[in-house]
């Protein structure tokens, strides 16, 4: 396990873009913190390092809980309750549409 800390805005978004070089070619990568913690600004640095999108086009996923860049998808699932609610996002479709190396 490996533990980060940073001081900004922007050094968050650059480990982001670290993070998103180690990753292998099909990842995931789990976010959890209180809000206000800074996991979409790491999202932000991950799904741009990815070349998802750049950094200005990703918000959190309040009221869509899937947002799809590309082959990068941020999920937010602070909202949901049950396991019954999440099958029903069909996040399942999502691996099967994703381009195996």
């Known amino acids: 396990m490996s533990v980060f800390e940073t001081h900004s805005e922007e050094e968050t978004i650059e480990l982001g873009r670290r993070i998103a ?5 099909r990842a ?9 913690a800074g996991k979409t600004t790491l999202a932000k640095g991950i799904v741009s390092g990815l070349g998802g999108a750049p ?3 990703v918000s959190s996923p309040t009221f869509t809980l ?5 082959r990068v ?16 996002l069909g ?5 099967i549409k994703t381009p195996s190396c």
């Open 28 to 36: 995931v990568v789990l976010l959890i913190g209180n809000l206000g």
């Open 91 to 95: 996040l399942d479709e999502i691996s």
């Open 66 to 70: 899937i947002h799809e860049f590309g």
């Open 21 to 25: 070089v180690a990753l292998p070619s």
């Open 55 to 57: 950094q200005e086009e």
């Open 73 to 88: 998808y941020h999920i937010d699932l602070y909202r949901l309750d049950t396991p019954e609610e999440i099958a029903t």
